[in-house]
Antibody, heavy 113, light 112 residues
Framework: EVQLVESGGGLVQPGRSLKLSCAAS????????MAWVRQAPTKGLEWVAS????????YYRDSVKGRFTISRDNAKSTLYLQMDSLRSEDTATYYC??????WGQGTLVTVSS | DIVMTQGVLPNPVPSGESASITCRSS???????????LNWFLQRPGQSPQLLTY???TRASGVSDRFSGSGSGTYFTLKISRVRAEDAGVYYC?????????FGAGTKLELK
């Protein structure tokens, strides 16, 4: 059974950092592009970043470029999202997704003083 | 960026009836390989999104054949036949033709 389990969310002050993890199991992680998608409270889905199978290609939405870094460890079957210089508008549930076919349950990030 | 614009459903939809959800893209989603890079998702209340169709009309694994995707390069429809209670939620279209991938704002389906 495919499982994606996010962790690392929480309450953080503006300007601080947080690192999300997504542990994958039930499929060959290294064969799949991965992505982070977020959803602000009561809002729609918003693509954040994607990474290729080997990690050599990464893509970001403009509003997080230079602040967020997506990465992966294929040996550990884990996806990461390093989030620096957090802003209140980054408050959302963050989902990891495998080619958008499989999704985790999400982890809530709240940026507030 | 490609803008995805979704239509509104005349809610609530009577159980057993059909419902069609529309989505328009600001640029063609047809890639040079001939495939149309359009996904449809359903997000039920309190749940993660579920992929329904990809490449505009290919149903994802385990998805009921009551869901069917169709369209052209810039105009798309998700048809739900014989609507059931478990189909309630918000439907999103997403283009994966190019980065940044973009979602529509969502279309809510409520059942009568």
């Amino acid at each position: 059974e495919v499982q994606l389990v996010e962790s690392g969310g929480g309450l953080v002050q503006p300007g601080r950092s947080l690192k999300l993890s997504c542990a994958a199991s039930g499929f060959t992680f290294s064969n799949y592009d991965m992505a982070w998608v977020r959803q602000a409270p009561t809002k729609g889905l918003e693509w954040v970043a994607s990474i290729s199978t080997g990690g050599g290609n990464t893509y970001y939405r403009d509003s997080v470029k230079g602040r967020f870094t997506i990465s992966r460890d294929n040996a550990k079957s884990t996806l990461y999202l390093q989030m620096d210089s957090l802003r209140s508008e980054d408050t959302a549930t963050y989902y990891c997704a495998s080619r958008f076919a499989y999704w985790g349950q999400g982890t809530l990030v709240t940026v507030s003083s | 960026d490609i803008v995805m614009t979704q239509g509104v459903l005349p809610n609530p939809v009577p159980s057993g009836e059909s419902a069609s959800i529309t989505c328009r893209s600001s640029k063609s989603l047809v890639y040079k390989d001939g495939k149309t890079y359009l996904n449809w998702f359903l997000q039920r209340p309190g749940q993660s999104p579920q992929l329904l169709t990809y490449w505009m009309s290919t149903r994802a694994s385990g998805v009921s054949d009551r869901f069917s995707g169709s369209g052209s390069g810039t105009y798309f429809t998700l048809k739900i036949s014989r609507v059931r209670a478990e189909d309630a939620g918000v439907y999103y279209c997403q283009q994966v033709r190019e980065y940044p991938n973009t979602f529509g704002a969502g279309t809510k389906l409520e059942l009568k």
